[in-house]
C-alpha cells in the first residue's frame, strides 16, 4: 500500500515535471529563449590600439577611451510629462538639458529628436567620441531615452604635428595611411572575447560558466622622428610656404650614419583628431616627385669622379652659351666665356660645365651612378604611397637627353631619395637605407628595434671627401647659397632650382611656370652628422632660386638639429678651393 | 543458400530449447513467514540526527558560500566600476599633461614668458678648456606670420580645459626685455627643448 502511494506521488511528480518542460519547450520556447539569450552575452573585448611614439617615446598618437552619447527615439516617445514635473520628460526638454553639455543647439537636437520620433526611429547618436568625464555627466542627468557607449579614440596630443607621417585611422579604428596604415598588424593587437551570463542589474553572474579570451594589445611603434626638430620644421616649412606663396614644402633632417629621419615636415599639414576637408592621404615628401633640378649635379660628380674624367681642379671653359643636339643650352646668370675648375662648376651651378662633363661621361655611367644612389627605386623608408620616380633607360634617352638629365631635368625624384643622396656623400660613400621606424614596443615597454637598415657603398671615401669639399664652396660667398651657412659650423650642400611640372589642373604634366626650389646639405661638414633637405614646390610669386628661399631654412632647421643633439662646432676652417681661373 | 538453410536450422533448434513452458511453482505460502522486526528505536535516533545535520550543514554551507561568491562578484564590480573611473581619470589628465608637453603648446607659452629661442651655444672643452664656437645671445624671431597648418584646432569639448589658447601660437615679440644675454661658458644647448 505504501509502496503505491509512493508510485502514485513519483508519476505525479514526473507529470508535473514534463507538463512544464512542453509548457516551457513546446508552447512558448521563443519568449524563454529570448530571456536567455538577453542575459547571456557574447562580448567581443576590443584590443586597446597601440601607440604611435616619437623617438624618445613621447606619444604621437594614441588610443584612449571615448564615448558616443545616442538617443532612444522611440523611448522619448513614450516618455510622458507628469503634472507640475521639472525633470527632463518630452524631447524638447531632453534636448535643452543634453545639447549644452555635448556643445550642440537645442534647436538643433530637439529638431533632430522630433524628426526622429515622427519616423519611429530606434536609435540616433547625438555625439561622438566625447570625453568619459562629460558623457558620465551627461549621464548623471538620468533622462529618459538617452544612453552612452564605449568606444575608442585615436587622437594626437600635438595634432598636426607629423601628421604626414603618422596617417590616420577610419572610423574603425584600421590604419588608413601613414605610420597607421604601414604597422597596421603590429599596432591592431587581437581582440579577445567573453560570453558572460548577467543578472536583472547587469552584473556577471560568477558562476555563469564564461568561456573568456584576453585581448592582445597592439603594440606600441616608436619612430625615430624627433617630436621637437620635426615641430620645429613644420613651423618654418608652414611659414615659408606661406611667405613664397608655393604650393608645398618639404623638410627632411637625416642621421648620416644610421640612415634615420628625425624629421619629416611637410606643408601644408592637416590636424587628424579634426580632418574635415582637403587630400589627407598625401605625403608630399614620399609621393611628390619633382625634378631634382641642380642637386643632380652630385651625381653627375660622383660618375666623373669615380671614373677619373676630372679632379676638383680640372679646368673646364664654360661658354655663355652651348648647342647639344639643336638644344641651346644656358647658365642661371648670363656670363662671358668663363674658365672654372670642377669644383667651381659645382660651386656655381654651371649647367654648361656639368654637362660638358657628363658628355664625355656617358649615359650609361652616369645612369648606373644615379640608381646606385638610389634613384628610380623605392627609398625603404616603408611609408605607403611613395612613388619611386622616374629615371629613364640610356635606350630611351633622345639627343638631349645627356643635355638635361646631368643637370636634373627629365627624370623625376622624391624628397627622400634626394636627402639619401646627400647622406650617402657625408656617410663617405656608404649608402644606408633610410628608415622611419626605430621598432616596437609591448606592453612592457621591451623595444624590439627593427632590422639594421641595409648598406651598400656607393663610391669611396675619398670621392665622398672629395665632393664634401667642393660642396663646401657652395655654401661659401662665391657659392650659390651663402645663406646656407650655420654660425660655427661647417656647411656642405647643393642648391637646386628647376621648372616645375604641373602635377595637377590644366597644366598637368607641364611646365607650368612655376619653380622647384630646393636646399639640401650636410653639417658639420668635417664630420657629418646630419643631412637636411629643404624642397618648397611651385614657387616663382615670391623668390625661387633655392640658395634664396631653401637655404635659411636649411641653415634655421639644421642649426636646431646640431644644437638639440650638442654637435661640437667644427673649429676648423673650410678648406679653399680654387673655383675659376682667369 | 547455405544462409537459409543454417537459419531454417536454427529455427527448428531452437524450438525445443524455448518449448517448455514454465512449470507452475507449487504454492508454499503456508511455510514462509515474515521475520518479525527488531525494533531498536534506540540506534535510529542518531543516524538521523547525523543525516539531518549532513543535510542542514551542507545546504547552508552551499547557501554561505553561494552568498559569499555574489558578494564578491557585487564587490567586483563595485570595484571594476571604481577602476574604471579612476581609469579615466588619469587618461583625461595624461592628456593634459601630453597637450601642455606638445612643443606647440611649449613655445607659445615660453613666448608669453618673454622667452626667444636660443642662439649659437658655445663648448668647453674639458681637456684644454678651450671654448668651441662663438656664443651669442638670442634674439626674438621678427616676422610673426600665421601657422595654420600646427595650430590645432580641436572641438573644444574634446580639448582640455588648460592646454591655454592654442589659436595664438604666433611667435610675438616678448612683453618683458629679453633676458640677459647669454653667458660665455655654457656646455649645454640653450634650446633646452631636447631632452
Known sequence: MRLRSGLVLLGVVVLLLASRLVQLQGLQPAAYADIGVQRTQDIVLPAMRGQVLDRNGSPLALSVVAMNIYAEPRTIAKATCQKGATAPCDAQSIAAAVAPLLGLKVGTVAGQLAANIAANKAFLYLKKGIDPALAQRVMSLNLPGIGQESTTQRVHPNHALAAGVLGFTDYQGIGRAGIELAMQQVLAGKDGRTVARFDAAGRVIPTGGDSHVDPIAGKSVELTIDRDLQWYAQQLVADQVAATQAKSGTAVVMDVKTGEVLALATAPSFDPDNRTTGNFTANPAISDVYEPGSVNKVITAAAALQDGIVTPQTVITVPPTYKVAGHVLHDAEVHGVEHLTFAGVLAKSSNIGTVKVAQQLGADRLYAMMRNFGFGAQSGLGLPGESAGIIPKPADWSGTSIANIPIGQGISVNAIQVASVYATIANGGVRVQPSIVKGTRDSAGHLTPVPAAAQRRVVSSAIAAQIRAMLESVVSEQGTAPLAAIPGYRVAGKTGTAQRVATSGPMQGRYDGSFTSSFIGMAPADAPRYVTAVVLQGTGAKGYFGGVVAAPLFSKIMGFALRSYEVVPSGTKPPTLRLSVP | MSAMTN????????????????????????????????????????????????????????????????????????????????????QELARQVQALQAPAALASRATALGMVPGGPPAFLRLSDGKVLGQPTAGVAPVAPVTRPSVTPSTTPSTKPATTGPHGSTTWTAPRQSPPPAATNTRTTTQTGTHR
Open chain 2, 7 to 90: 537459419g531454417s536450422a536454427a529455427r527448428t533448434l531452437s524450438l525445443p530449447l524455448r518449448s517448455p513452458l514454465p512449470t507452475p511453482v507449487p504454492k508454499r505460502s503456508s511455510s514462509l513467514r515474515l521475520v518479525p522486526q527488531r525494533r531498536s528505536s534506540a540506534a535510529r535516533a542518531p543516524f538521523l540526527v547525523v543525516v539531518v545535520t549532513l543535510l542542514v550543514g551542507g545546504l547552508l554551507g552551499l547557501l554561505l558560500l553561494n552568498t559569499l561568491v555574489a558578494q564578491d562578484s557585487f564587490t567586483l564590480h563595485d570595484l571594476g566600476k571604481q577602476a574604471t573611473s579612476l581609469s579615466r581619470q588619469e
